[in-house]
Every structure is written in structure tokens, then in C-alpha cells.
């Protein structure tokens, strides 16, 4: 009990139980280590966090420009990519045109010169016809010639048996 009377005998500070000596000398203490803290820990300690903040600030900068190139870079290279698509389309179909028009070339010139094969062939085998009929009819003449020489005993001279050869040929050939 002799607490509590002491207690309420305090007045002001007192009766908190703080003592105003003790107090104020706390109070000066607080303050040379809060002003030598400031001087040698805060401003150091405070640079420090000011310059990591500054380092982060600028790698987030930094993140969301190399960000925004990575997005424009795929944007570019997508188109690049399109691009390339369409070029490589583009040269299948002109090669497609290519190779059909050198078929078609091929096709032509082959047929070119399968007509002048079939040509030559045909002029070979009218030339070739035309020689065989001449040499069919030289020898038909000698054939008529010896027949008639052996019928009628008498050898005519060449012209003369030609002629007349010739003359009965044709009036065979109308009959």
C-alpha cells in the first residue's frame, strides 16, 4: 500500500513515473545519436537505397524498352516471315508457269520435228517410189523390147523402140 500512497503523492511527470532529469538527458542523447546517425548512417544508408531504387527503376525502364523492341522484333520478323511465304509461293507458282511453258515448248518443238521427219520420210519414200517406177518401167521397156525383138525378129534402135514402147504403155494404162 505504501506504493499506491507514494503514487498519488507525484504530480505531473512524476506520477507516470518518468523522472524529468533522466528524461531530458535521454532526450539529448536521442538526439546527438539521431544527428551523428543522420551525418555518418542515414545519408550513406539513404544514398544506398536512393541509388538501388535509381539501378531499379532504370532496369524496369530498361525491361520495358527491351520489352517493347522484343515485340516490335517479332512483329518484323512475322512479317519478314509472311513475306517469305509469299515470295516462295509466288516462286512455286512462276516455276510451275516456267516448267508448264518449257513442256509446252518442248511438246512443240518435238512435234516440229516429228513433222519434218514425217516430211522428210515422205519426200524420202516419194523420191524412193519415183526411182522404183522408173527402174519398174525401164525394165517393163527391156522386158517389151527382148519380147518384141524375139516375136518379130527385128531390133529397132533405141529411140525408135523407146518410143513405141511408150506409146503402147500408155494406151495399156487407158484401156
Same mark, same amino acid.
Given at each position: 500500500?505504501?506504493?499506491?500512497?507514494?503514487?498519488?503523492? /507525484?504530480?505531473?511527470? *512524476?506520477?507516470?513515473? =518518468?523522472?524529468? #532529469?533522466?528524461?531530458?538527458?535521454?532526450? @539529448?542523447?536521442?538526439?546527438?545519436?539521431?544527428?551523428?546517425?543522420?551525418?555518418?548512417?542515414?545519408?550513406?544508408?539513404?544514398?544506398?537505397?536512393?541509388?538501388?531504387?535509381?539501378?531499379?527503376?532504370?532496369?524496369?525502364?530498361?525491361?520495358?524498352?527491351?520489352?517493347?523492341?522484343?515485340?516490335?522484333?517479332?512483329?518484323?520478323?512475322?512479317?519478314?516471315?509472311?513475306? /517469305?511465304?509469299?515470295? *516462295?509461293?509466288?516462286? =512455286?507458282?512462276? #516455276?510451275?508457269?516456267?516448267?508448264?511453258? @518449257?513442256?509446252?515448248?518442248?511438246?512443240?518443238?518435238?512435234?516440229?520435228?516429228?513433222?519434218?521427219?514425217?516430211?522428210?520420210?515422205?519426200?524420202?519414200?516419194?523420191?524412193?517410189?519415183?526411182?522404183?517406177?522408173?527402174?519398174?518401167?525401164?525394165?517393163?521397156?527391156?522386158?517389151?523390147?527382148?519380147?518384141?525383138?524375139?516375136?518379130?525378129?527385128?531390133?529397132?534402135?533405141?529411140?525408135?523402140? *523407146?518410143?513405141?514402147? =511408150?506409146?503402147?504403155?500408155?494406151?495399156?494404162?487407158?484401156?
Amino acid at each position: 500500500m505504501q506504493y499506491v500512497i507514494f503514487a498519488s503523492n /507525484a504530480s505531473g511527470l *512524476a506520477a507516470l513515473g =518518468v523522472n524529468g #532529469s533522466a528524461f531530458l538527458i535521454q532526450l @539529448i542523447t536521442f538526439i546527438l545519436a539521431y544527428v551523428v546517425l543522420r551525418k555518418f548512417a542515414f545519408k550513406p544508408i539513404l544514398k544506398i537505397l536512393q541509388e538501388r531504387r535509381d539501378k531499379i527503376e532504370l532496369g524496369v525502364k530498361l525491361g520495358d524498352e527491351m520489352q517493347k523492341k522484343d515485340q516490335l522484333m517479332q512483329k518484323k520478323i512475322n512479317q519478314l516471315l509472311q513475306e /517469305a511465304r509469299l515470295k *516462295a509461293d509466288q516462286i =512455286v507458282v512462276d #516455276s510451275e508457269a516456267t516448267a508448264k511453258a @518449257i513442256i509446252a515448248k518442248a511438246e512443240t518443238m518435238a512435234e516440229k520435228r516429228s513433222d519434218i521427219i514425217i516430211r522428210e520420210a515422205k519426200d524420202r519414200i516419194a523420191l524412193e517410189a519415183n526411182q522404183m517406177k522408173q527402174r519398174v518401167e525401164n525394165e517393163i521397156l527391156d522386158l517389151i523390147s527382148e519380147t518384141t525383138e524375139s516375136i518379130l525378129k527385128i531390133k529397132l534402135d533405141k529411140p525408135t523402140d *523407146a518410143t513405141l514402147l =511408150v506409146k503402147t504403155f500408155k494406151e495399156q494404162q487407158a484401156n
